[in-house]
């Protein structure tokens, strides 16, 4: 594929704008932003960024439709648009400059430019009276570039320059306001612990380059079919690749125990929450697993891993948010338990029903952290859930919305993730893994109940608020209350959309995508979340003193949840204890001061010492010197005439 | 009368002179380093130089006989003897150190029996036709194989002079 | 009889020695000039043993170009040794220690 076939045909060449109209934008904000910006009303710089991602989104409809002509190779629909030179061409190692567009990177990309354009139509309104916008709107248009390279890249290595960029981005989103020192850190924290995670991605791509030979995308996943027919001698090294894999996955996408960072993330902007922390970014960790399934499919061993890390952390993460008391903390576990979901569903081999939660996931979970996002700004700032309540009939707009999103997030049918998440368990019980059925079944439950919660708390009840506050309830401006609707509208309708046949051919899964179901499952599962739903409603609005009875009963428990499983202390232990002691009492006392720096003034000493013992030599006498020419002479002569040959 | 003979011949013959200039040649060269006053190790230094002198003239080196006594002899001797007088120089302090001079004698010993090791071998018989000369000395000397030596030499002592009044000058 | 080589050898050997310990043990910077010159006739009196033993004329001009070469020494050394007397006053080889550590 040459530059002159980019330019004839269009399906080539609309991927690299699409993926390059961010970065111009990027680029233009930060030579031109201020003075585009020219007044504080004006808001120039974000039009300009929300123009370029709608662009780039209507741009990857027409790809997307263009996808659908293109002929397919073993049932497999794909291009491979290339830009001609290679990034890197050394020996045997050649990275090339080209992307893969195939039906799992289209439908990322409609997701990213999709709801990252309705994210940046939100935040025109939400950052309107920021005084920084126009860093907030590049950082916006950068993260979006990275995240399309992430997944449009046609090989590891460019994926994982958008899988570092996405972290950039991620850490200068959440540290934007970084005056505030709770906001830097979790910047600090949410880049250290994705850090860990890229040791195994780094680790991996090495190993799988000295297996396979190849970073390419296609052809990984090429070789790995191939190698499922035949006797794996080297099942061990693919099995530590896919453990690998998984560990990046779980630094990104926060799955126990490298989850800590999420809850601490929302002290960014509720955009930011909501497009990276909910529909994007995390997700990257999903669909780099789905993107290598064949690979993942050949050791049992990783998915076992995979499903199980999944299913714990939704079940941990779901504990948790049942205490939560701020708005956004209780959405940022929620996003963690509903990754959990989507892993355990890889785990299991229902990898294209993972990609479907993670494309129904960005709807809802979007709109519930844009809703919350809503929410924050009636009240000018306040997050605390517990001095909210009865803001139903005030703000109606964003109450009937998250209605949308709670239902859908909750399971109630029709509704986004009724169809998602029924997949999941469906798959778990038929492909009889009941233990992780009966895990996710519970963790439904209480997904159900701590989202009502939330919605209870928030919106019904009587304003738990001061006077002023309730002065200053105000509905959102249109620019905000546009993407709530449409995002709403949405999750009635892509729930239904037949995301998993779709996607089979890329995941080259095994023909067997229907699944009988039993008679009693689809009643079983609504029940559950009837029961989540109902059990809030008596707790939170009905019996209003039931809800401080029950949490002084389960003091023990509450404790437990309340510290998180105490993931942070540990850490900090770790962090503090270990490794800032450790390295100031034994590397930098012992190694460094005692040892390094004593052989190094030891040189210097020895030097002196021997100086000190030879110049005795120096008597300044001509006839010592005499003498000693002499011997040395004698030595010589004697040396020359009487050494034994 | 044969008895004379035989002793005349014995004492002019030249082994015989040879040891007695030798003998003599040594005899002062220990004067020249055992005598505390220098002038008289100065006066040591002139006969060990003539007997050396008659030790190339029995060794049929005529030419660099007679160049020894003028220029050893009659140059060197006679600077040497002049700053000493210059420079009123006395008798001298007491030697040095025994240390030092017991290091001296021992190695001085050894180095002498190095060199004469390495100096004894099969000896070479003097060669028939030997024409030492003083036309012929001068035949090689001027021949194209030595004589930009020998004016490099004047340039030596050139610089030679002219360093020595540069040196020995007293400072206005 | 002719003087076997070895005999002008062994003369000069020690008359070498003998310069050589003079050096060491005399204080007076002229009187270990006077060995040096000593050192440098026995080094003459080899050279011309072995140009009769030879029997070619080079040895007898290197002892020519010796002896102009320890003429010159002779002059400039001296030259030195009156200004060092000038300067200290004395002839006593320990007394120019200046040079120590």
Redesign the interface.
């Known amino acids: 594929m040459s530059f002159e076939n980019l330019v004839q045909n269009p399906v080539l060449v609309l991927p690299w704008i699409v993926l390059l109209l961010p970065l111009l934008g990027f680029v233009v904000l930060c030579l031109f932003g201020d003075g585009i910006k020219r007044d504080k009303e004006e808001n120039g710089a974000g039009i300009l960024a929300t123009a370029l991602v709608l662009v780039s989104f209507a741009l990857s409809v027409v790809v997307f439709r263009g996808l659908q002509a293109v002929q397919p190779l073993d049932g497999l629909r794909f291009v491979q648009p290339y830009l001609g030179f290679e990034w890197i061409d050394v020996a045997s190692f050649r990275i090339s400059m080209s992307l893969l567009v195939d039906p799992l990177s289209a439908l990322m990309t409609l997701v990213v430019t999709g709801v990252g354009g309705l994210i940046h139509v939100y935040s025109l309104g939400y950052m309107a009276h920021d005084e920084e916008r126009v860093r907030y709107f590049s950082y916006l248009n950068l993260f979006t570039f990275f995240m399309l390279l992430l997944v449009l890249g046609g090989n590891l290595a460019l994926m994982f320059v958008g899988w570092e960029g996405v972290g950039l981005c991620s850490y200068l989103l959440i540290g934007f306001w970084f005056k505030k020192k709770s906001a830097s850190d979790a910047g600090n924290k949410a880049f250290i612990v994705n850090r860990i995670g890229d040791v195994g991605l780094i680790l991996a791509m090495a190993l799988a380059f000295q297996t396979f030979g190849t970073l390419d995308s296609f052809e990984l996943v090429e070789n790995a079919k191939n190698l499922a027919y035949e006797p794996i001698a080297q099942a061990g090294v693919v099995t530590a690749i896919c453990l690998l894999l998984f560990l990046g996955a779980c630094g990104k996408s926060a799955q126990v125990p490298l989850h800590v960072w999420l809850p601490d993330a929302m002290e960014g902007p509720t955009p930011v929450s909501a497009l990276i922390h909910a529909a994007t970014m995390v997700t990257a960790g999903v669909y780099l697993v789905a993107r290598l399934a064949p690979l993942f499919r050949l050791s049992e061993g990783a998915m076992l891993a995979v499903a199980w890390v999944g299913g714990i952390t939704a079940l941990v993460a779901a504990s948790i948010a049942l205490v939560q008391t701020d708005i956004k903390r209780v959405l940022a576990y929620s996003t963690v338990s509903q990754l959990g979901y989507m892993f355990l569903a890889c785990g299991i081999g229902a990898f294209g029903i993972g990609v479907f939660h993670v494309f129904t996931h960005a709807f809802f979970k979007a709109l519930l952290f844009l809703g919350s996002g809503s929410v924050i700004h009636a009240l000018s700032g306040q997050q605390d859930m517990r001095v909210m309540g009865g803001l139903r009939t005030r703000i109606p707009v964003t109450f009937w919305t998250f209605v949308v999103g709670t239902a859908a997030i909750a399971g109630i049918p029709w509704l986004a993730g009724y169809f998602s998440k029924d997949e999941i368990l469906l798959n778990a019980l038929v492909r009889e893994r009941l233990p992780l059925f009966w895990l996710g079944l519970f963790t439904a439950l209480l997904t159900a109940f701590y989202m009502s919660r939330l919605l209870f708390m928030t919106f019904f009840g009587s304003f738990r608020g001061d006077q002023e506050a309730e002065a200053h309830l105000h509905e959102s401006p249109w620019s905000m209350l546009a993407p709530l609707v449409i995002l709403a509208a949405a999750c009635f309708y892509v729930g239904q959309l037949p995301v998993n046949a779709f996607l089979a051919p890329a995941l080259r899964s095994p023909d067997e995508l229907e699944l009988a179901s039993p008679w009693w499952f689809h009643q079983v599962v609504i029940g559950v979340a009837v029961a989540g739903i109902l059990g809030a409603f008596l707790i939170y609005v009905v019996y209003s003193g039931l809800s401080s009875r029950i949490y002084s009963a389960l003091r023990p428990l509450n404790r437990v949840l309340e510290s998180k499983y105490g993931f942070d202390l540990v850490y900090d232990g770790f962090a503090s204890g270990v490794v800032v002691e450790g390295s100031r009492r034994v590397l930098w006392q012992r190694v460094d001061i005692a040892a390094i720096d004593a052989a190094v003034d030891g040189v210097g000493r020895l030097v002196d010492g021997v100086a000190r013992a030879t110049r005795v030599l120096q008597t300044g006498l001509v006839r010592a010197y005499a003498l000693v020419i002499l011997g040395g002479t004698v030595a010589l002569l004697g040396y020359l005439l009487w050494s034994p040959r | 009368m044969a008895a004379l003979e035989q002793l005349l011949r014995l004492v002019l013959s030249e082994a015989f002179l040879f040891y007695v200039f030798s003998g003599l040649a040594v005899a002062s060269a220990l004067g020249v380093v055992l005598q505390s006053n220098p002038v008289h190790s100065a006066f040591s230094l002139i006969v060990t130089f003539c007997s050396l002198s008659a030790i190339y003239g029995l060794l049929g080196a005529p030419f660099i006989a007679v160049l020894q006594i003028i220029v050893y002899a009659g140059a060197i001797m006679v600077l040497f003897l002049f700053v000493l007088m210059l420079l009123n120089v006395k008798r001298e302090a007491p030697r040095a150190g025994r240390a030092l001079a017991a290091a001296a004698l021992l190695l001085g010993l050894l180095f002498a029996v190095q060199v004469g090791t390495t100096l004894s071998g099969p000896g070479l018989t003097p060669a028939a036709g030997y024409d030492a000369s003083t036309q012929a000395f001068a035949r090689q000397l001027f021949s194209p194989r030595f004589v930009y030596v020998f004016e490099a030499t004047s340039i030596l002592i050139l610089a030679a002079l002219v360093g020595a009044v540069v040196v020995a000058k007293k400072e206005p | 009889?002719?003087?076997?080589?070895?005999?002008?050898?062994?003369?000069?050997?020690?008359?070498?020695?003998?310069?050589?310990?003079?050096?060491?043990?005399?204080?007076?910077v002229?009187?270990v000039?006077?060995?040096i010159?000593?050192m440098l006739?026995a080094v003459?009196?080899?050279f011309?043993?072995?140009?009769?033993?030879?029997?070619n004329?080079?040895g007898?001009?290197l002892?020519?170009?010796v002896?102009?070469?320890?003429?010159?020494?002779?002059?400039?050394g001296?030259?030195?040794?009156?200004?060092l007397?000038?300067q200290k006053d004395t002839?006593?080889?320990?007394a120019?220690?200046?040079?120590?550590?």
């Open positions: 009889m002719t003087i076997p080589l070895e005999h002008a050898l062994l003369l000069s050997t020690a008359l070498f020695a003998i310069g050589v310990v003079g050096v060491f043990l005399r204080r007076n002229i009187t000039f006077m060995c010159e000593l006739n003459n009196l080899a011309v043993g072995f140009s009769r033993a030879t029997g004329l080079d007898q001009i002892v020519f170009f002896m102009t070469v320890a003429a010159a020494e002779a002059a400039v001296l030259a030195i040794v009156i200004a007397r000038r002839l006593d080889l320990d120019f220690s200046s040079l120590r550590w």
